[in-house]
């Protein structure tokens, strides 16, 4: 599994998390990873926000059903407003992580010169289950859909926390 990037600002760690729409895969992963972040205790040092590829749903709030689902499981929807990334986030971020091929492909055409393969790449490059696997659209399937998502950013998440407390301390 590969490891976080050093920061690009000592002492400080952004994480943008991106999928097509910014209102079901990416806010998840980006309240998870907040809620690990603070449970962590270091929500000082790290910052995470999300954006789709994609700008039409921007200021809308998160899927209800992906919103619903976090909120029984304990955690804070209801700050979410959709946004799309920016070129200028391939340098200002430390790692940009996608949640498919598809966003990977359109994150990085937003250069014309290289992107850092280390700061830009897939989400689940993390999980310690299937790392390098692509997080679904659960957008058009069932409830089931939202749930596997779920786990797939929780899991991933527990395992970022890890990596970016490592690439701090370097």
């Avoid at 910052?47 to 304990?74: F, I, K, N, Q």
Wanted: aromatic share 6%.
């Amino acid at each position: 599994m590969p490891s976080a990037p050093p920061p690009r600002t000592p002492g400080r760690y952004r994480i943008a998390v991106v999928c097509l729409g910014n209102i079901c895969r990416s806010p998840m992963a980006d309240v998870v990873l907040n809620a690990r972040i603070r449970d962590a205790g270091m929500d000082d040092a790290v910052e995470v926000v999300s954006a789709g590829t994609g700008g039409w749903h921007a200021g809308d709030p998160m899927d209800r059903r992906a919103a619903a689902l976090l909120t029984t499981e304990g955690y804070d929807a209801s700050r979410h407003r959709a946004q799309q990334v920016q070129p200028s986030w391939l340098d200002e971020f430390d790692l940009v992580l996608t949640m498919d091929r598809d966003n990977l492909r359109d994150v990085r055409s937003l250069r014309t010169d290289a992107v850092d393969e280390r700061r830009v790449r897939p989400f689940r490059d993390f999980d310690p289950d299937e790392p390098g696997g692509e997080v679904p659209d659960p957008y058009y399937g069932g409830a089931s859909g939202f749930r596997d998502v779920l786990a797939m950013v929780e899991r991933t998440a527990d395992t970022l926390v890890a990596e970016v407390t490592l690439a701090l301390a370097r």
